[in-house]
């Protein structure tokens, strides 16, 4: 074999070798991505979450490994950044060029850039105004705990402004179409980002605006909130189990996403279960239990069985480096995007 | 003549009067079109009260589909289901005519259809509530560990009662009745219900159940807000004053509201102004400073348009006291449906 054709072989292996081993990743990392199959698939007796072969082709859970290979696992060492301190408006235009063409990184500091800059904005004009207000307000009728509380108050708002003001430099001459979250945020979520799968997933379309003038998002959102959220969970990702309990769940105020996944109990217990194993204090984990004995209540056994099978899968194979709970109650993945 | 005879008759006859009606009603309301909000232009130019609101004459609409609507339930001597009836005793009956017009239907499927949402909202809370409580099973012990817990005790006392009071009235109702509230909260507000109005306003994007397969409504949303708002003023609703202060202020402006509006310190200047015309005590006092930064940063010309504007409209429609307490935005569509 002459050394031009033993190259080409050694290079077909290579393919061919890589071409299995993704194929094989795809398949392993496709089994625990959905607790269990949907509510109405409850009645069968088949435990076997890794394999879940009852899993519908309608439910929405399983869209999700197919489009989770793609992009978010292409993150890519592109060319340097811009400084930390080079303005959005000069630098937005390749940022999103190269974040369109893959750039994970450079989707990432795009995102946390406008995050920045809105969080800014509504630093400025909305704490401008409460100190403002406080100022004026007649204080003679305020004894010394109030006075304090209040100096406090206005301390904390200084501190805000401070900062505010010193990245204000960072967002000048930013337009209102460089400033929409929506899209950015998705864009670092395909890549990889968590963080930013975590806003998109949860206020994403509402938190930087835009919506009235994009209803086009509404479609992107329907199309991609829940893969990036089971590729979040199976990145560790405690928000995001949080949100889709709440969204399977139908909770109050679980947002969009409890539009994609409509209701499941069976999955909103899974995913219960699953916090429940990351819980830190004991007050947490007296008030899973119980929250988790009045889910099993309405649940077929068959279905509270797979639930802990998947949960405890699930927490052996994407939480091992993230064991317990690390979203403070109330967290919005939305607020302070880019705060130093 | 046979009673079927007489009443096959007496269909094309009640059409006519009822077009008849209608078409006075319709000349009469739209006398008065011309007073709509004279000084509208003059706030911010382009960037005042949008020029839409002030063409639409939003209260007249309301007033004239109410009277429609009586007029045409007098005459089929339709009248609405006794009150407490279970909402899937009776759904398809309202939908049906709420569908062809009848204001009084639309506005009690709303308020049914929202009674039942809210029901099972609370029982949701109900359930993380005593949850928590998990140590104190009886909500008694959990009104007794502090003064922040105290005020939780009260609310499961509140939420019980609520679940008590309604638990009959939406036995039955299925999730398909109980979906699409946002075109029903709608129809409601354009048949002149000012509860389901400003909740309608108030609505973030987000908050709308079932959007994401109606992406249409964020387009009806965008073209029948500044009327419905326009009407609001018109009847002095105080609620809506304040919605409409948020936006143009910046305070609110990525919300559903602050996006149709745009921010606009002679608007927010003239919203303010209102209040304050309208506030009393304590309260007035509190407003005027906000009141005098939002002046500072406004032209002479700007200023003395949006004041004028203030007092036109508390003259013409404002006959109550804007109370500190009456307007909260997060608890609008908190309506008292017991």
Known sequence: MNPHNRNRLLALGIVLIAAAATATWLYLGASPATPVARSADAGSTDTGMATTPQRTATAPAAKVTKKRAGPIHTASAGPALPPPDAPLAQVYADLKTRADAGDAQAASRLYRDVGRCLHTRDVLANQSRAASWMLEDDTSGLDADQLARRERRLGTIEDELAKARANSGLCEGATPAELQLAPVALRAAQLGDVQAADCYVSAGLTAGGGLLDHPEWLQDYKANALSLANSAVEQGDWTMVNQLQRAYAQSSGAGLLAQVTGGDPSQAYAYLKLRSLGAVTPQGNSFLSRQLADAAQNLPADAVTQGDTWAQNAYQQYFGANPQINTPRGFNPCQNIGAD | ?338
């Open chain 2, 1 to 338: 003549m046979s009673e079927s005879n007489s009443q096959g008759k007496r269909g094309p006859i009640m059409l006519a009067l009822m077009t008849a009606i209608a078409i006075a009603i319709a000349a009469w309301n739209l006398r008065g079109k011309s007073t709509a909000d004279p000084h509208a232009a003059d706030i911010g130019g382009a960037g005042a009260i949008p020029a839409e609101v002030a063409s639409r004459t939003a209260t007249q609409h309301a007033e004239f589909a109410r009277k429609a609507s009586a007029i045409a339930r007098w005459l089929s001597q339709e009248s609405l289901p006794p009150p407490r009836t279970p909402l899937s005793a009776m759904h398809d009956q309202l939908k049906r005519r709420a569908d062809a017009g009848d204001a009084d239907a639309a506005t009690r499927l709303f308020h049914e259809v929202h009674r039942c949402i809210a029901l099972r909202r609370t029982r949701d809370l109900l359930a993380q509530v005593l949850a928590v409580g998990s140590d104190h099973p009886d909500d008694e012990a959990i009104g007794v560990i502090g003064p922040a817990q105290a005020v939780q005790f009260k609310q499961v006392g509140a939420m019980k009662a609520y679940i008590a009071n309604n638990d009959a009235l939406c036995e039955g109702a299925t999730d398909a009745q109980l979906s699409g509230l946002t075109p029903l909260l709608l129809q409601a507000a354009q048949r002149g219900d000012l509860a389901a109005l400003d909740c309608y306003v108030a609505t973030d994007f987000d908050a709308m159940a079932g959007v994401l397969d109606h992406p249409e409504w964020i387009e009806q949303y965008r073209a029948e807000v500044p009327g419905l708002v326009e009407s609001a003023l018109q009847r002095g609703d105080w609620a809506i004053v304040e919605l409409l202060e948020q936006a143009y202020s910046g305070k609110f402006d990525t919300s559903a509201r602050g996006q149709v509006f745009g921010t606009d310190a002679a608007m927010a200047y003239g919203l303010l102004r209102l209040e304050q015309l309208g506030a009393s005590g304590d309260f007035a006092d509190r407003l005027a400073p906000r009141v005098a930064a939002v002046a500072k940063t406004l032209s002479t010309a700007r200023l003395a348009a949006a004041q004028a504007w203030a007092s036109d409209y508390y003259s013409r429609y404002f006959h109550s006291v804007f109370d500190e307490g009456e307007v909260n935005g997060a608890n609008l569509c908190q309506i008292n449906d017991d």
